[in-house]
């Protein structure tokens, strides 16, 4: 699937990625499918990853910057867990 980013997307998508694990592992390998147009060509698995973090799993950083993209994916559908 390719989506445009919108400016604010690609801020946070921007933002340095810290540390070790399944959402930053994520957030790499979207940083690298991200062309110098804007445009996000993301796998249908790390589609279903990107919205099963960003609203099953709590707030925190991934949240923070996967957020508009997800609700725009999904709108209407509201996060699951609780606070981290």
């Known amino acids: 699937m390719k989506l445009q980013l ?3 997307e690609l801020k946070r998508y ?6 070790r694990g399944g959402y930053q592992t994520l957030l790499r390998r979207l940083q ?9 060509d993301i796998s249908d ?5 990107l919205i099963r973090y960003s609203f099953e ?4 950083g991934f ?3 996967s957020e ?3 609700r ?4 209407g559908r509201k996060r699951t867990a609780q606070k981290r």
């Open 57 to 60: 799993y709590g707030e925190g």
């Open 6 to 8: 919108s400016p604010l």
């Open 45 to 49: 698995a790390d589609l279903g990853k």
């Open 68 to 70: 508009p993209t997800a």
């Open 72 to 75: 725009r994916l999904m709108p």
């Open 14 to 19: 921007a933002r340095p990625v810290r540390g």
């Open 32 to 40: 690298q499918q991200i062309s110098p147009a804007g445009v996000l």
């Open 63 to 65: 949240q923070d910057r």
